[in-house]
């Protein structure tokens, strides 16, 4: 019951909001679209669960009610008396998709009565075919009288002596019964309980148990048989779908424990626990994921102190910096190609974290303003930092504009658009189906498949999904080495993109490039050694130098930067000691400092060869949020109030340390040479674009006077997109259209101005 309390919180939005789940079920994706055939299979793992509760109850209550064992069709009047909770729930899902569906201005009358229709006819299905197969295998108190059925029974005695177990136990504790329903619309009373020494009941309850357990028994084969075909699309349903599949496994698991083990349940539950826990500990059961490209079955590297300092040394901080100065005078040859006599604005690209919705939104945001500049935003940009999602959405428009490049070095026979909306929706599509089915078919049991990649076999777990629906949505352009970026970087052809996830052992940072940058990790030759200072991060390329960090997957290097609790786990490296990564939204979801720590390693370079400095932060969040009214609070509130206090403080946190980087960063520069800061924020707007087109002419009229702010504009909000790896087409459209917000479209012709002063 608390499973159907728990699907009833999700469905009328009380639970999961901000993570988007409640979507999930309301509008079902399948094969990147919402559909009747995404709702059928939706509704059908719904039916499934709902008849998968109803043979639980059966077989754990039914004794109770020993009367049950002298009807006709006795599992159907269990049934019957038991639905109203799933029934209840079940009308009020299906009312909450019709009203979600309805909510579309874009959805026809057809479309809406497809889906739903799907969903209904789904449910339908699933249940008639369980109901029907009970109906017509199970017998009653009439049927047992052959002596055929008496003999087919005889042959399960374990599951004999339990039901009889049952029986007498239902002596001492049954449920008092004064009516029950014999159909929807009739009670009858129930006249006497002289039934209670009837031995055939016995007969009854045991065919019908063993029914029971075959049909768990074939779900669960059929959950690991499709387990394999799994890598095809076709078979990866729907991510509400896995997560009713997965609250049915539990369902049908706590089911046959309770039934097996009846007063040892729990005790046994917590031994098994602590012998998983064991088995987990002494590294017999563990699911470890892996970096794809590393080698893992070489000598581990040595992750100490002693090593962490001996890859910190001056030379090595020397030479990465001549290097890398070689790819600056080659950003600036080309950034000042058509005007060689002035020197150009060093842009840095910081695209924060947030699942999809960032990664949509930074990909909106970098198409729409390079676009508008006619290029000039990659053409000035020299580095691309960040976390999570908006790296991802970086990473995909960055590519996009090396395969231009590549064309025009005649090294590519076709062209392409970087622009192009096809683009923008193949990084909005959905990644969590995979995701999902992946955790409920395979990582539970210990997945036993593996797959090559460079030579080396992994195991094929939820990272391997996340990977391989995001090269699907890619097609395939992101499937390289991380060393295939190193030339184009040094060439100038692309900007450099240091990922920094976050190491779990001690708090560093893991500094991701197809560069050596130990300069990240040290302060300044020119500073002082004396000083006491940590060391700031490890630099992955030469830490990692022997178990072929250069052959490194680059979207396994998106996933470590992207790391989501139970989504997609933390990768662990080939160290002595284990190094656990997490997601680089932990130490900085904005990538402000490490854009910081990189111009502050090459400042004196860039004080004389541009003539300013400019931040992009692509942030998928409100900088300024109104300060929300504190209420009252409950028990449970109170209790947890400082933990998601914490957690939802980290950004503002962040936010007030990142401004005080950019702050210092000011003063190492001359009086005359600027460092400025343009910040496009993914604040949803509810006006039509024709109101936004009227408030821009509104807009570009006060602009002229010398004090116009764009602060001075209120806008008014709407939900938010939520942090998931899938979006709903309204929350698609929503992202696309937020670029012409007021404050975004001021931040637009900042960026212009400083361009081309």
């Known amino acids: ?33 919402v559909s009747f055939w995404s709702c059928l299979i939706m509704g059908f793992t719904w039916g499934t669960f709902m008849m998968s509760y109803h043979i639980v109850a059966y077989i754990l209550d039914a004794p109770q009610f020993s009367f049950t064992g002298l009807l006709r069709r006795p599992f159907t009047k269990f049934l019957l008396n038991n639905s109203l909770l799933p029934f209840l729930v079940t009308v009020v899902y299906v009312k909450e998709m019709l009203s979600y569906q309805l909510s579309y201005d874009q959805n026809t009358p057809e479309d809406i009565a497809h889906r739903v229709g799907g969903l209904v006819l789904g449910i339908l299905l699933s249940s008639l075919l369980v109901f029907f197969y009970f109906v017509s295998t199970n017998q009653d108190i009439f049927k047992l009288l052959a002596k055929e059925v008496d003999k087919r029974l005889r042959k399960t005695r374990v599951m004999r002596v339990n039901v009889l177990g049952r029986i007498k136990e239902s002596r001492r504790r049954n449920i008092r019964v004064d009516y029950y329903l014999v159909n929807p619309f009739k009670l009858r009373k129930l006249e006497s309980d002289e039934f209670y020494e009837r031995q055939d009941i016995i007969k009854v309850f045991d065919q019908n148990h063993l029914n029971a357990v075959i049909i768990q028994m074939t779900v669960f084969v059929l959950v690991l048989v499709i387990g394999t075909l799994r890598d095809f699309p076709v078979f990866q349903i729907p991510a509400g779908a896995s997560f009713v599949l997965l609250l049915t496994l539990l369902l049908m698991m706590a089911g046959a424990l309770s039934y097996w083990l009846r007063g040892w349940t729990i005790s046994t539950v917590i031994a098994m626990v602590l012998l998983l826990n064991l088995l987990m500990q002494n590294q017999y059961l563990n699911a470890n994921y892996e970096a794809y490209g590393l080698d893992y079955n070489t000598e581990r590297a040595e992750y100490s102190l002693r090593r962490v300092k001996e890859l910190s040394q001056d030379s090595l901080y020397t030479l990465d910096k001549s290097i890398t100065l070689l790819a600056l005078e080659n950003w600036k040859a080309r950034a000042t190609k058509a005007t060689p006599d002035k020197k150009p604005k060093m842009i840095f690209i910081c695209a924060s974290g947030g699942g999809q919705r960032a990664a949509v939104w930074a990909m909106r945001t970098l198409q729409y303003v390079d676009s508008t500049l006619d290029g000039g935003l990659m053409k000035n940009t020299s580095l691309i930092t960040g976390a999570s999602g908006g790296l991802v959405g970086a990473a995909y428009f960055r590519e996009l504009c090396l395969q231009r490049e590549l064309f025009r070095q005649n090294l590519r026979k076709t062209n392409l658009n970087p622009y192009s909306e096809q683009y923008l929706d193949n990084i909005a599509k959905d990644n969590l189906n995979a995701i999902m089915f992946s955790l409920v078919v395979n990582d539970l049991f210990f997945g036993f498949q593996t797959f090559e990649y460079n030579g080396h076999r992994y195991a094929k ?73 940590k060391t700031k991060g490890i630099e992955f390329s030469r830490f990692f130098e022997k178990q072929k960090a250069s052959d490194l997957r680059f979207l396994s290097a998106l996933r470590m930067s992207a790391t989501f609790p139970y989504v997609t786990p933390n990768v662990k490296l080939p160290s002595e000691p284990e190094m656990e990564i997490m997601d680089a939204g932990l130490s900085d979801n904005f990538g402000v400092s490490d854009a910081v720590r990189f111009l502050y390693a090459f400042k004196d370079w860039i004080a004389a060869n541009t003539s300013g400095v400019i931040f992009v932060s692509i942030r998928d969040t409100q900088k300024d949020k109104p300060i929300e009214k504190s209420v009252g609070q409950s028990l449970f509130q109170r209790i947890f109030t400082p933990v998601t206090s914490l957690y939802s403080n980290l950004e503002y946190l962040q936010d007030i340390t990142n401004d005080n980087f950019v702050e210092f960063a000011r003063s190492w520069f001359p009086r005359d040479f600027g460092v400025h800061r343009v910040e496009f924020q993914y604040v949803p707007i509810s006006q039509s674009l024709q109101e936004i087109h009227e408030k821009e002419k509104a807009f570009a009229e006060r602009e002229k006077e010398e004090d116009s702010d764009e602060k001075r504009y209120e806008v008014i909000t709407i939900r938010r997109a939520p942090l998931s790896w899938r979006l709903t087409q309204k929350e698609k459209k929503s992202i696309k259209r937020t670029i012409y917000e007021l404050r975004n479209q001021f931040a637009l012709r900042q960026l212009e101005r400083l361009l081309n002063r």
Do not use: H
């Open 1 to 33: 019951m608390l499973l159907w309390v728990v699907l009833y919180a999700i469905i009328i939005g009380e639970l999961g909001t901000s993570i988007g789940i409640p979507s999930l079920f309301l509008d079902p994706e399948y094969l990147d679209k």
């Open 461 to 533: 777990d939820r990272g391997f999904a996340f990977e391989q629906q995001l090269n699907r949505n890619t097609e395939g352009l992101l499937d390289k080495a991380l060393c295939e970026y190193k030339e184009p970087e040094l060439l100038g052809w692309i900007p450099m993109m240091i990922l920094a996830p976050t190491i779990v052992n001690d708090g560093r940072k893991l500094f991701i490039s197809p560069q050596n940058v130990s300069y990240m990790t040290v302060p300044r030759l020119d500073q002082t050694r004396f000083l006491n200072q």
